[in-house]
T-cell receptor, first 115, second 115 residues
Framework: DSGVTQTPKHLITATGQRVTLRCSPRSGDLSVYWYQQSLDQGLQFLIQYYNGEERAKGNILERFSAQQFPDLHSELNLSSLELGDSALYFC??????????????FGPGTRLLVL | AQSVTQLDSQVPVFEEAPVELRCNYSSSVSVYLFWYVQYPNQGLQLLLKYLSGSTLVKGINGFEAEFNKSQTSFHLRKPSVHISDTAEYFCAVSRSGGSNYKLTFGKGTLLTVNP
């Protein structure tokens, strides 16, 4: 158990809908990362937050947004969903996200299926 | 930008045999190197990482990896595998400078250990 929790575990929804994925980092970690894992693209970095502020952006679509709250949990919002958004979404956390040497601890993921 | 190539998508081996999972990377800047393991229906767990110093890095569960700067490789090895090592293994890099410390992953290698 990494200490990172993600809810829900599974999500089934329809095209055009909007969903929210939630992540709670390990106790004491200030930085949260979101990754998308799909069969064709593999594991791709989406976005990083540090202590409530956006720190870095990756291949995140404009239909997707995220935020980190004062209690340090994070939410990833996916809107106008398309079939191709079906994937496993991972959240990871690290102590402060100020160096590439840090270990990122991954949650169990949320499996999203868009029908 | 960094990229990671895992040369084998699948590696089948028999129990107690040695195994090597190959990873090559490309980067215009210095990087840190990681191996993560993903067991079925679970998140990613760090096996080991190379930051600096000795090029041979020992990790959990008897795994080790060797950093070779001239060949830009970071191959993962285990002298004797167990059934429980069956999982997907991901090689990843992060940059050692700048401000974006995302992990860039390879496509993964599925290790299947047969009795």
């Amino acid at each position: 158990d990494s200490g990172v929790t993600q809810t829900p575990k599974h999500l089934i929804t329809a095209t055009g809908q909007r969903v929210t994925l939630r992540c709670s980092p390990r106790s004491g970690d200030l930085s949260v990362y979101w990754y998308q894992q799909s069969l064709d693209q593999g594991l791709q970095f989406l976005i990083q937050y540090y202590n409530g502020e956006e720190r870095a952006k990756g291949n995140i679509l404009e239909r997707f947004s995220a935020q980190q709250f004062p209690d340090l949990h994070s939410e990833l919002n996916l809107s106008s969903l398309e079939l191709g958004d079906s994937a496993l979404y991972f959240c990871a956390s690290s102590v402060d996200g100020t160096g590439g040497w840090e270990t990122q601890y991954f949650g169990p993921g949320t499996r999203l299926l868009v029908l | 930008a960094q990229s990671v190539t895992q040369l084998d998508s699948q590696v089948p081996v028999f129990e107690e045999a040695p195994v090597e999972l190959r990873c090559n990377y490309s980067s215009s800047v210095s990087v840190y190197l990681f191996w993560y393991v993903q067991y079925p229906n679970q998140g990613l767990q760090l096996l080991l990482k190379y930051l600096s110093g000795s090029t041979l890095v020992k990790g959990i569960n008897g795994f080790e990896a060797e950093f070779n700067k001239s060949q830009t490789s970071f191959h993962l090895r285990k002298p004797s595998v167990h059934i429980s090592d069956t999982a997907e293994y991901f090689c990843a890099v992060s940059r050692s400078g700048g401000s974006n410390y995302k992990l860039t992953f390879g496509k993964g290698t599925l290790l299947t250990v047969n009795p």
